[in-house]
């Protein structure tokens, strides 16, 4: 299977397995999965109303650059690159975007 794919599907498991976890302090919030396959961006987003308060924000946000799965966003304490490896990404093919470059391992 091409690895673009491969961590494609992985992404998107990931995204729809948290995605079924609903926040039991946001009771008029939602998650919605918004996947652009073409374009290789995937995100979980939670949107709603909380305390009067409009809800809008990214929970996690990856992209697929090259063969890599770029980090972008991760609203949570989980470690999810030991989930993304479970899921069969290799450590050496994520890369966390929210940090800089010289942690990272990416060329500035």
Request: charged share 25%; proline share 3%; aromatic share 12%.
């Amino acid at each position: 299977m091409d690895k673009v794919l491969k961590y494609q599907k992985a992404v998107v498991s990931f995204l729809e397995s948290y995605a079924k976890i609903k926040p039991t302090n946001l009771k008029e919030v939602e998650n919605q999965l918004i996947l652009d396959t073409k374009n290789h961006h995937y995100k979980l987003v939670r949107v709603g109303w909380q305390d009067g308060k409009h809800v809008h924000y990214a929970v996690f946000h990856f992209d697929i650059i090259g063969d890599k799965v770029w980090v972008q966003q991760n609203r949570t304490d989980l470690p999810i690159g030991y989930e993304l490896m479970d899921l069969g990404i290799a450590e050496s093919d994520l890369v966390y975007a929210y940090l800089p470059a010289e942690l990272r391992g990416e060329a500035a």
